[in-house]
């Protein structure tokens, strides 16, 4: 059997992380959810020494005093917690969100469905992708001296 998928929904709106504890319960066979009511209380969560690292971080990008491109660069930037994807979960359609998230290395930007059923199908997706496409080795990452040894035969 495969390991459940283990997701953090960082987001400071309250009713926004109960919509997604219910729509991630009906996958509830396959899916473990940690929401956070702030970047900076996920950090702190991920930074512990005994931290156990999720597959995908789902991230608000309007938030008060860390705002989601904050925790995005704060993650990137450190070594421990810079191949967990990040998937920007947000309502935002302006154009230099989309092109900030992605220089700061989002894996991908998602616009949020006020239509609960096509929420619903945006959260399968995202669920069927990240449970294919997931470090096998999680939640243990690659170190850059392990990856450091592998060489390419010419």
Same mark, same amino acid.
């Given at each position: 059997m495969t390991r459940r998928l283990h997701v953090f929904v960082i987001d400071d709106s309250v009713p926004d992380l109960l919509l997604a504890e219910e729509v991630f319960a009906t996958f509830n066979d396959k899916v473990t959810v940690t929401t956070y009511q702030s970047?900076?209380?996920a950090l702190n969560a991920m930074?512990? +020494?005994?931290?156990?690292?999720p597959d995908i971080v &789902? &991230?608000?990008i309007n938030m008060p005093k860390m705002n989601g491109f904050e925790v995005l660069k704060a993650m990137k930037t450190d070594a421990r917690l810079k191949s967990i994807p990040v998937v920007m979960l947000t309502t935002s359609?302006?154009?230099?969100d989309v092109t900030q998230a992605y220089s700061l290395f989002a894996n991908s930007y998602v616009v949020k469905s006020v239509d609960f059923s096509q929420f619903l199908r945006?959260?399968? +997706? &995202?669920v069927e992708f990240w449970t294919r496409s997931r470090l096998l080795n999680w939640p243990t990452? &690659?170190?850059?001296?392990?990856?450091?040894s592998i060489r390419l035969k010419d």
């Amino acid at each position: 059997m495969t390991r459940r998928l283990h997701v953090f929904v960082i987001d400071d709106s309250v009713p926004d992380l109960l919509l997604a504890e219910e729509v991630f319960a009906t996958f509830n066979d396959k899916v473990t959810v940690t929401t956070y009511q702030s970047g900076q209380a996920a950090l702190n969560a991920m930074w512990l +020494s005994d931290a156990v690292y999720p597959d995908i971080v &789902l &991230l608000d990008i309007n938030m008060p005093k860390m705002n989601g491109f904050e925790v995005l660069k704060a993650m990137k930037t450190d070594a421990r917690l810079k191949s967990i994807p990040v998937v920007m979960l947000t309502t935002s359609l302006a154009a230099q969100d989309v092109t900030q998230a992605y220089s700061l290395f989002a894996n991908s930007y998602v616009v949020k469905s006020v239509d609960f059923s096509q929420f619903l199908r945006q959260i399968e +997706s &995202l669920v069927e992708f990240w449970t294919r496409s997931r470090l096998l080795n999680w939640p243990t990452p &690659l170190s850059m001296e392990s990856t450091s040894s592998i060489r390419l035969k010419d």
